[in-house]
């Protein structure tokens, strides 16, 4: 049962156009991350928020940019898309450094 | 750089059979998850431990702070355990942004 969830599941959109991906979660977690997975590899974390007005960049340069206006919502904005952009978008969280981690299921992106 | 390397890559075994994943580390941590992701691309957290072992139904994990080793044990293996087990670490200090490594993942197939 998801107590954090993301929305679009899928989303196929041509190059240029803006799109924001959503993250919500139940829990009142302060730590919230957002990670990008290409087929067959690793996470790359590419942004994190450690609570409202917080927000950092992760170890992955990214052409994105997150907002925390609210503790449940951890969206994902990308100002143009471009096929590069193409990937798996997955949103996390967690109630501390040593608490364990809550996956959403994720956004896979295509960008034509 | 801290590292985390998980072994091995891929793993194909038959129904029932024990099976053991590896995840090895450079530094010292001060937690380490066990997640698995299945072909849906959702990822579930099965452990989080930073010492000793961890029991939850045919799952076992266990860690050996000294030589900074972790093992996933699956008994009695099912199809349905086939997936993508990811090991990831929290460093103690350092190693990134937000202290979280995530390894390359063990791509487990249990053939009935």
């Known amino acids: 049962e998801a107590d954090i969830y993301q929305t679009p599941r899928y989303l196929v959109i041509g190059t240029g156009k803006k799109i924001t991906l959503e993250c919500s979660q139940t829990?009142?977690?302060?730590?919230m991350y957002w990670y990008q997975q290409d087929p067959g590899m690793e996470l790359h974390l590419i942004h994190y928020?450690?609570?409202?007005?917080?927000?950092e960049k992760g170890d992955l340069s990214s052409e994105s940019t997150v907002s925390r206006i609210r503790t449940e919502h951890f969206p994902l904005t990308l100002e143009s898309a471009r096929p590069s952009h193409t990937s798996q978008y997955l949103c996390?969280?967690?109630?501390?450094?040593?608490?364990?981690?809550?996956f959403g299921n994720g956004t896979r992106l295509t960008v034509t | 750089k801290n590292e985390v390397e998980q072994s091995p890559q891929n793993l194909t075994a038959q129904e029932g059979e024990f099976i053991t994943i590896n995840c090895s580390y450079s530094?010292?941590?001060?937690?380490l998850h066990w997640l698995q992701q299945h072909p849906g691309g959702g990822i579930v957290s099965l452990f989080m431990?930073?010492?000793?072992?961890k029991k939850h139904g045919r799952l076992i994990a266990t860690i050996n702070i000294q030589e900074k080793h972790s093992s996933l044990h699956i008994t009695a293996s099912h199809p349905r355990d086939s997936a993508v087990y990811i090991c990831?670490?929290?460093w103690g200090s350092g190693g990134g942004a937000d202290g979280l490594t995530f390894g390359k993942g063990t791509h487990l197939i249990i053939q009935p």
């Open positions: 996390a969280s967690t109630g501390g450094n040593n608490s364990p981690l809550h």
């Open positions: 829990m009142g977690h302060d730590k």
């Open positions: 928020s450690y609570g409202v007005n917080s927000t």
């Open positions: 530094v010292g941590i001060s937690a």
């Open positions: 431990l930073s010492s000793g072992k």
């Open positions: 990831a670490v929290r």
